[in-house]
């Protein structure tokens, strides 16, 4: 299963941006984490395969919004309010098939993204 992102870029404290992520075949649950420079990669937001059951990291609730288009393959995260602590490089996961929950660590996850760049500008 190949994963790909889209939809980064540069936008001001304050703004949004919109990521999609679209998979090559069926997956379990999926996810988006990220990683800033000299920081390890960190969990952001996921969502379950079937009943789209979703969880946030604390420092996104409330501004980052994922959901999942299951006939698309595709997940979205919708993010606004962004602060400049959130710029960093974002991946998509998925775990394979049989993984149905989120989980907040890297090893649980089977696919990932080339990842995609969010820089947020104060």
């Known amino acids: 299963v190949q994963l790909v992102e889209s939809g980064g870029g540069l936008v001001q404290a304050g703004g949004s941006l919109r990521l999609s992520c679209a998979a090559s075949g069926r997956t379990g649950a999926m996810g988006w984490f990220r990683q800033a420079p000299g920081k390890e990669r960190e969990f952001v937001v996921g969502?379950?395969?079937?009943?789209?059951?979703?969880y946030y990291a604390d420092s996104v609730k409330g501004r980052f919004t994922i959901s999942r288009d299951n006939a698309k393959s595709t997940v979205y995260l919708e993010m606004n309010s962004l602060k400049p602590e959130d710029t960093a490089v974002y991946y998509c996961?998925?775990?394979?098939?049989?993984?149905?929950?989120?989980?907040?660590?890297?090893?649980?996850?089977?696919?990932w993204g080339q990842g995609t760049q969010v820089t947020v500008s104060s």
């Open positions: 996961a998925a775990r394979a098939i049989g993984g149905s929950w989120v989980t907040s660590n890297t090893n649980d996850y089977d696919y």
């Open positions: 969502i379950s395969a079937s009943r789209g059951n979703t």
